[in-house]
């Protein structure tokens, strides 16, 4: 089974998709999308990279989301458009800011996800959220 980490590049404004790679005996930058459909996903804040940050007040990367599968969708749709193809009438936005929390959290009520594993998670415009 393949392992993914996904976090979202500043830089570039996108997402960014790590693969695991044996021979390299770690993760690489395979693929960047806007648009992405996750299954079965986890929440991961590398503690010491979070330390990190709060020390130097600049930002790295320390937070991945990790799903058992993902599917890049047709780039450019807004969410209001996607709430046309699935049910996002319930969906809940999910974020992490390293300066407030120590995890990711929902935006509505800042509720911790660690340790939790969500069924879908749809990542669109710079942002996260959960399918319900």
């Known amino acids: 089974m393949k392992r993914f980490k996904i976090y979202r ?10 693969g695991f790679v044996p021979e ?4 690489r930058v395979t693929e960047r999308a806007n648009t992405m459909l996750l299954n079965d996903v986890k ?11 709060l020390k130097e007040k600049r ?3 320390h937070a991945f989301i990790t799903p058992l599968k993902y599917h890049v969708l047709q780039d450019g749709k807004t969410l209001d458009e996607m709430k046309d193809v699935m049910n996002l009438e319930t969906a809940r936005e ?3 800011n390293p300066y407030k929390f120590n995890s ?6 800042e509720e911790s996800l660690e340790g939790k594993s969500l069924k879908e998670v749809l990542m669109i415009n710079n942002k996260v959220y959960e399918i319900n």
Do not use: A
């Open 24 to 27: 390299k005996k770690g993760y």
């Open 104 to 109: 990711f959290v929902y935006k509505d009520t």
């Open 94 to 96: 999910i974020y992490y």
């Open 59 to 61: 930002k790295n990367v």
């Open 9 to 18: 590049n500043l830089h570039k404004q996108t997402f960014s998709i790590q």
């Open 43 to 53: 929440f991961k804040v590398m503690e010491t990279g979070r330390q990190k940050v």
